[in-house]
């Protein structure tokens, strides 16, 4: 999941001071479970914003409300109406969700992040969210034993550890594992460390960032949805 | 460098606001959020035995203190409240 942080409070208070109308906007997916942005977060932020305004003598209406995913567009139809009447937007969901509500009203109205949205993570435990994948476009957990060279090594490294492993740990931070060492250790268990020893070519970083913003096309669902469409039009069912 | 950090030091220092005159006869305002099997058990009893508690104490009694929420206590104080008692 996305994993996110909310911002300095101070910060948010220096985006939100020169409006007079802001809507504290959560999301209940990833940013809900890392206790970030979802629709109880974003209550807190507008409560905590509600009485800085009141302690700053500050006219600011603040009011909050949350929908399931900021990343898809049905969800936000509901509150469509609502949005629009507000002159900031204060968006809690990740960086993907103020893009894409950006998008959606137009430059009608402003949307300011209210959460730094920080990695690809999973939960080990209740509280504590870990970086597990870079979303680079061309994976090798196949290769590296199930454990991603490109994050959980601190370098990024793609050929075995450097000279700052030490017993285990990185060089950077006694408190990270070395991506290298766990790869070997867990490829002895699985076998399977002979493939380490097999060349591999350059990499291919357009995948990644590198190569622009990313796209990924189902055709045959797309031209699904348009078929349905066409259809619902052509009976009238359409909107 | 050093007059620089001084002077920094000093708007720090001068930005501290001084503390507010509190009135002789001012009492606080003071939510308490009990626990209906426990403190607020224990209240009840106190009324029982005739005993007085400052009027400015209002009582939410709960099913448990667990279903207090954060955003139940930055109510009371957007409210005006000014302190907050967890009984439970």
């Known amino acids: ?239 | 460098m050093a007059d620089v950090a001084e002077a920094a030091e000093q708007i720090l220092v001068s930005t501290v606001e001084a503390p507010h005159d509190t009135p002789a006869d001012w009492t606080p305002n003071v939510l308490a959020f009990a626990c209906h099997y426990c403190a607020f058990a224990a209240a009840d009893l106190a009324g029982v035995m005739r005993l007085s508690y400052s009027p400015s104490v209002k009582i939410i009694r709960l099913p448990c203190t667990g279903k207090l929420d954060h955003i139940h206590i930055l109510s009371a104080f957007e409210k005006g409240v000014d302190g907050v008692f967890a009984a439970g």
């Open chain 1, 1 to 239: 999941m996305i994993v996110g942080k909310q911002k300095p409070f101070d910060e948010i208070w220096d985006m939100v001071k020169g409006f007079k109308k802001v809507l504290v906007y959560g999301c209940n997916t990833c940013v809900a479970i890392c206790h970030a942005g979802g629709s109880k977060e974003a209550e807190l932020l507008a409560s905590m914003l509600r009485m800085r305004a009141k302690q700053e003598g500050l006219d600011l209406l603040i009011d909050s409300a949350g929908i399931e995913r900021h990343c898809e567009p049905e969800f936000f139809e509901p509150l469509d109406e609502k949005v629009k009447t507000y002159d900031l937007i204060l968006s809690t969901a990740c960086g993907v969700g103020v893009n894409f509500l950006a998008d959606r009203l137009a430059g009608a109205i402003p949307v300011y992040p209210g959460i730094n949205t920080s990695f690809y993570g999973a939960v080990p435990e209740a509280g504590f969210f870990v970086e597990l994948c870079g979303g680079c476009g061309n994976c090798i957990l196949h290769l590296t034993g199930g454990i991603c060279p490109i994050v959980r090594c601190s370098k990024s490294l793609m050929n075995g550890p450097c000279g700052g492993t030490d017993k285990g740990k990185c060089e950077v931070s006694s408190e990270t594992d070395c991506a290298w060492f766990l790869i070997v250790e867990r490829m002895k268990k699985l076998g399977t460390l002979e493939k380490l020893f097999e060349v591999q070519p350059p990499r291919d970083w357009s995948t990644a960032t590198h190569g622009g913003p990313r796209r990924i096309s189902l055709e045959h669902i797309r031209a699904y949805e348009a078929e349905e469409e066409k259809k619902a039009t052509l009976t009238g069912e359409g909107k």
